[in-house]
Structures are given as structure tokens and as C-alpha cells.
């Protein structure tokens, strides 16, 4: 059996496990998306946001890219962030980051990867990098990996809110809190950045 066919086979033997411990499953999560929460991650498979909080499907709305960046031309992030905050009416935005994230490493390296597009979106990194240079200086190693990884979900904390979508459900008096979060990928937990 090919890759693929392995997967369809995966994915129909979930389906029937599913359907047997709860037999309404897909009834129930067929009707319109309710979810509290939007996650801007990142796209490493090792970070999975739903099983990251124990959430069932339907209960996080998620968008992932390299690094879990909030860009500000970023029209995809920003058209699920706005279906997010003015369809869904989220409460919660949670931009997180992971220790060990390639797009921060990648970024840290004096050379390029010689992928141009991909370079061009980890040059948004290394300008944080660059802004705070005094204090990553001072690392090094996985130490500097893990302190930029934390800057960085900082930074697009502050990216989100300054945001019109946000600012404009915020002046509506729309109930919404964003955080910033970091993913351990060596014990699997969150630690809470958050400073408001």
C-alpha cells in the first residue's frame, strides 16, 4: 500500500473509531463552528493546536505559517483573522510560537537558505532579531533559539493588536483577549508569555 492509500485507510478506520465512542460526531460537528479560540501557529507538524489543549475539532480556529508570523500585508492571515474576530466573534486570539522552530534557527544563521521566498519571509525575523540584537548577543546556542522564539511570539502579539480588525471589534466593545504563548516540543507544554 502506497503513502496515500495508507492515509485514506487511516482516515477511514478514524472515522469508524470515531463514530463508535460517539456515535453523533460528525452530526454534531457538521453544523456551524462555534469556536472560542483562534490560534496563529506555526506550520512545524510537531505542533498540533487542538491536541496541544486537548481540544476536539471545531473548537480552535487555526491558521499556521513559518515562524507564526502577523504580518501586516499578510492577506491570508489577516482574512482569517478578520472572518475570526467578525464572523466567528472568537474571544480569544493565541499567537504561539515552539522551542526549536526551524523558521527562528533558519533565521539566527549568517547564511541564507538559499530559498528565496522563504528568505524573504524570515527576513521579518531576522529584523526582530536585529531590533533586539544587545540582548540576543548575549546567548547563544539553543538559548538565543529559544529567547527569539519568545521575542518573536512578543512581536506578533503586538502585530495582532495593532491590527484595525482588532481595534475596530475592541471599539465595538467586542469581549476578546489575545495571548502569547510558547510551545515545549521536549515536555509538551505551554508557558504563558501574556502580559496583559
Known sequence: MNEIDQLLENNRRWSERTTKVTPHFFKSLAQQQTPKFLWIGCSDSRVPANQIVD?????????????????????????????????LKVEHVIVCGHYGCGGIDAAIQEEPLNLSLVDNWLGHIRDIAGKHEKELNKLSGEAKSARLCEINVLEQTENVKRNTIIRDALARGQTLKIHSWVYSLKNGLVTDLSVD
Do not use: K
Request: glycine content about 4%; proline content about 6%.
Open 55 to 87: 481540544l476536539p475539532p471545531g473548537e480552535v480556529f487555526v491558521h499556521r505559517n513559518v515562524a507564526n508570523l502577523v504580518v501586516h500585508t499578510d492577506f491570508n492571515c489577516l482574512s482569517v483573522l478578520q472572518f475570526a474576530i467578525d464572523v
